[in-house]
């Protein structure tokens, strides 16, 4: 922990505090487990897209989705051996290109979690879903905006 630029505190923020000591980070560490999260949402995954903030996370099925959606948005590791052994190649060598790559990754994936995109998708679900609830008399039935 010698080489944070910042350590790590106990004392409890203000959300505002939170919310801009977390946008100066350059990744976000997700050490999650499997047992959990194989079937429950991240939500801090959902903040890092939305602050474009590179992820460093598990390999699980929630993040390699995010990859293959979204990109090269930061590093999956495997166990906290291959976690140690990362942190220590980014400290002794940032890949600056990368990183660019990831910012430039999330920034598209902000806009595609947008509120005007998820409407949209939202009302093509319920579209759907009202054709089969509906079938036949319900084939016209599709999104508006």
Known sequence: MEFLATKPGLERLSRDDFIERVKRLHYIIMPYRLDYYETAPSGTLL????????????????FERA?????????LFQDREELKKLLAKLVRAAD???????????SQARLARGPEKLAADYRDICARGARLMLGPAAQNVRAVN
């Open 96 to 106: 600056h290109g990368a990183y660019a790559s990831q910012l430039s990754n999330l």
């Open 47 to 62: 903040d890092a897209i939305a602050w474009g903030i590179p992820i460093i996370a598990t390999k699980l099925p929630i």
């Open 67 to 75: 990859f293959q959606t979204y990109g090269n948005i930061g590093y």
